[in-house]
């Protein structure tokens, strides 16, 4: 562990919760930098951050921004936007996997990841299955702290559109006083903040926040 602060490497800064975990990190006292790997330049300037452009499809093995105290990774795409099975698993279970195994071998020891509400290897939904085979994956590689936020319906205002989950932000915004915690909508700060404060204490074992938790 760095004493004068952790380095954190984040993944999908550019994104709805990764652009909140951004602005969190950068607020830290506890952060002495932030490397932010992105297939475009972010817009973001920050004396404590690196925003190297990397091709996700092939990661190098050995490179300094690898070397860092903790990993938060909020990758995640849709079906709709990814076009594919194939795509959306290379986005959500292959690229995750392959910067939570570079970052462990340079001895990063917190990986804290947005997962989703329903997560599990075996369930028939595909969605949830991926969700489910990528903690099953992590836990595998031994990491010393370890913690998967698992979200119902993130709620934000994104830079792309996303119709139908609009619609259900909507829905259940309206009908959030009602709902059961676990069923209501996860608001990105909320999301952002767990995934944050999570891999910086670096509780030993694995950790699970639910939906209720972020609601």
Request: with cysteine; hydrophobic share 50%; aromatic share 6%.
């Amino acid at each position: 562990m760095r004493t004068e602060g952790k380095t954190v490497l984040l993944v999908g800064a550019s994104g709805l919760v990764g652009s909140h975990v951004l602005t969190r990190l950068l607020a830290e006292p506890r952060v002495a930098g932030v490397i932010a790997p992105v297939r475009r330049p972010l817009a973001r300037v920050d004396a404590r951050l690196q925003a190297p452009l990397v091709d996700f499809d092939a990661l190098p093995d050995t490179a300094s921004m690898w070397a860092v105290d903790a990993v938060i990774c909020t990758l995640g795409t849709t079906m709709a936007q990814a076009g594919s099975r194939e795509a959306f698993r290379r986005v959500d279970f292959e690229y995750p996997l392959q910067i939570a195994a570079r970052a462990r071998q340079h001895g990063a020891t917190a990986f804290a990841l947005t997962s989703a509400m329903g997560a599990d290897a075996r369930s028939r939904f595909f969605y949830n299955r991926v969700k489910g085979e990528l903690e099953a994956a992590l836990r595998a590689q031994g990491w010393p702290s370890l913690t998967f936020v698992r979200p119902g319906l993130i709620a934000g205002e994104r830079s792309g559109r996303r119709p139908a989950e609009h619609l259900a932000g909507r829905v259940l915004g309206a009908l959030g006083p009602i709902l059961p915690r676990r069923f209501r909508a996860s608001p990105a700060p909320r999301i952002a903040d767990a995934l944050v404060d999570h891999a910086l204490a670096a509780t030993p074992g694995v950790g699970i926040v639910d939906a209720a938790a972020l609601a």
